[in-house]
């Protein structure tokens, strides 16, 4: 029997060897992370790496993202750590993502102490608003027929459920799909999403299945709120550079 763990963790191995460089973190993303995955779910694993601070020296460019495989079962790839501490100061929503995965392969004091320091860049608005576009993008590509692929409805709900949580909570939501159900929600939404997580864990992913009427307006209700929100929403995001340049020179020295 394939033991996929264990596979993820000499690909990481791997990488450092032939890119020289030192994996940082290393997690689940996308549907394993929720959840929610179905038996033909791929892994979708995410890293941060540090180079040699000669090569941050270097006036040589070299690419700051590593993309090591992907076929019907892993897909990895990774961020430097510069460009990591850069996207953390934007706040981007899938990179506080993968720093609370549930799912960790691998982890450093390192790692612990960015994370540390970069918790003050989580900000509501970019957070809401990348949410929000996710649902907004799943909903007119995906679930617009009478038949739809239940993988979309999860696509759709995980986002919108993120922004209640950010609305009403003011903080980073959690991965998990079943800890964002947690939240109140419409009695008739509730019973037909529990529904279809059991169709969903049963079938392909590919399966296409009748819509589902209240998951569907609740969908298209919260997509047209959440529209208006992020937009009037005050600009949140914290524009310091001193605690990341610092983290990042301690981290690349050594």
């Not at 763990?5 to 000499?10: F, G, P, T, V």
């Not at 819509?211 to 569907?216: E, Y």
């Not at 208006?228 to 690349?252: C, G, Q, T, Y």
């Amino acid at each position: 029997m394939r033991d996929v763990n264990r596979e993820i963790e000499s690909k990481l191995k791997e990488i450092e060897k032939e890119e020289h460089v030192k994996v940082l973190y290393a997690v689940e993303s996308g549907s394993r992370a929720w959840g929610v995955e179905s038996p033909d779910s791929d892994y979708d694993v995410r890293f941060v790496y540090v180079r040699p601070k000669e090569d941050y020296l270097s006036i040589q460019e070299r690419r700051d993202v590593i993309e090591w495989q992907l076929d019907e079962v892993l897909d990895i790839n990774g961020w430097d750590l510069k460009k990591t501490l850069v996207q953390f100061r934007k706040g981007n929503a899938t990179l506080f993502e993968w720093a609370n995965s549930p799912i960790v392969y691998k982890t450093t004091g390192e790692w612990k102490e960015i994370y540390e320091c970069c918790k003050e860049y989580f900000s509501r608005k970019a957070a809401l608003y990348h949410y929000y576009g996710t649902a907004n993008g799943t909903y007119k590509q995906y679930l617009q027929g009478d038949m739809v692929r239940y993988k979309k409805y999860i696509y759709a709900l995980r986002p919108l459920l993120a922004c209640r949580y950010i609305e009403n909570i003011h903080t980073v939501p959690p991965v998990r799909f079943d800890e964002l159900l947690e939240q109140e929600l419409p009695g008739e939404v509730a019973d037909e999403i529990g529904k279809m997580l059991v169709r969903k864990a049963a079938s392909d992913e590919k399966d296409l299945n009748p819509k589902m009427s209240a998951i569907q307006k609740f969908i298209e209700d919260e997509i047209v709120r959440y529209g208006k929100i992020s937009k009037e929403m005050a600009d949140d995001r914290n524009v310091d550079w001193e605690v990341l340049d610092r983290v990042f020179l301690k981290v690349v020295q050594g």
